[in-house]
């Protein structure tokens, strides 16, 4: 794991970004680390700075992983792994996109047999109860692999996968009981 240590902290009210890429900084601290444990501030009114990240670069980090599309999160993994971070978390989310839209598929391969069993015997309440509950366990189910997969016991792809399968394989199997 790289571990980086932190020298220095600029606090500071305000700041604007020019465009040859330097940034300056109004009414803030520069707090100063020693390898000692010593802090050193030293107050300014106005500083020029040269940072590498741009305001484009700070908006997309306040972006949730939620709310990019496939082809962000996928240049944000990319882009994070580069300067080092761990990209695991992002990686969980980016194949969670594409195993999503399937959530509809299982649940019409669990619900279809479920609706031939019972027929018209078991009731309306009885066929609505049980597909809520279906829905509950996938939805809980499926939660809990994916924050497996964020915190790494679980690889990536089968994190964002295994609900779907373990839920398909069982509508699947219930389809396969249905009596004709």
């Not at 106005?46 to 590498?52: D, G, N, P, S």
Request: hydrophobic fraction near 45%; charged fraction near 20%.
């Amino acid at each position: 794991m790289l571990f980086t240590i932190l020298k220095e902290r600029i606090d500071a009210k305000w700041g604007e970004w020019k465009q040859n890429g330097d940034w300056t900084f109004h009414d803030g601290v520069v707090r100063t680390f020693q390898t000692e444990g010593e802090i050193r501030s030293e107050a300014f009114k106005e500083r020029l700075i040269t940072i590498h990240e741009t305001p484009d670069d700070f908006k997309m980090s306040q972006k949730l992983s939620e709310e990019m599309s496939f082809s962000e999160i996928r240049a944000y993994i990319k882009k994070i792994g580069v300067e080092g971070y761990d990209t695991t978390p992002y990686e969980v989310d980016m194949q969670a996109k594409i195993s999503y839209p399937f959530i509809n598929i299982i649940m019409a391969m669990l619900g279809i047999p479920f609706a031939l069993m019972i027929g018209r015997s078991g009731g309306m309440a009885l066929g609505i109860t049980v597909s809520v509950l279906f829905g509950f366990f996938y939805w809980i189910f499926f939660a809990l692999c994916l924050s497996l997969g964020k915190n790494g016991s679980l690889p990536t792809f089968l994190s964002a996968w295994l609900a779907n399968v373990a839920f398909g394989s069982l509508g699947l199997y219930m389809f396969l009981q249905v009596k004709q």
